[in-house]
Nanobody
Framework: QLQLVESGGGLVQPGGSLRLSCAAF????????IGWFRQAPGKEREGVSC????????YYVDSVKGRFTISRDNAKNTVYLQMNSLRPEDTAVYYC???????????????????WGQGTQVTVSS
């Protein structure tokens, strides 16, 4: 069964950058669309970005467009989220998750992503 492990979180200054990794075990990521979600303290989990399995199409929530870039390296069985120009409001636990159907990727339909990683903490603070 597919297992996902996030890494790369940490403490960063506003305007700084982090690259999150989502490594897959037990199955190849080729068959899955992979989404990134985040949950800030006291807030509901929200979709951040997603990359499809079919053609690598990328989708982003408006608040991160132009700052975040999602990519996948199938040879390494890993999906990345490059986060630039980080803001304090980006502070959250970031999760990656997998879904078979690409149709749920563009809308970041949280309930359809059934396989989740453990999360990695991102803190943006001066």
């Amino acid at each position: 069964q597919l297992q996902l492990v996030e890494s790369g979180g940490g403490l960063v200054q506003p305007g700084g950058s982090l690259r999150l990794s989502c490594a897959a075990f037990g199955s190849t990521l080729d068959y899955f669309a992979i989404g990134w979600f985040r949950q800030a303290p006291g807030k509901e989990r929200e979709g951040v970005s997603c990359i499809s399995s079919s053609d690598g199409s990328a989708y982003y929530v408006d608040s991160v467009k132009g700052r975040f870039t999602i990519s996948r390296d199938n040879a390494k069985n890993t999906v990345y989220l490059q986060m630039n120009s980080l803001r304090p409001e980006d502070t959250a636990v970031y999760y990656c998750a997998a879904v078979i159907r690409d149709s749920y990727c563009s809308g970041l339909v949280l309930k359809k992503f059934a396989c989740w990683g453990q999360g990695t903490q991102v803190t943006v603070s001066s």
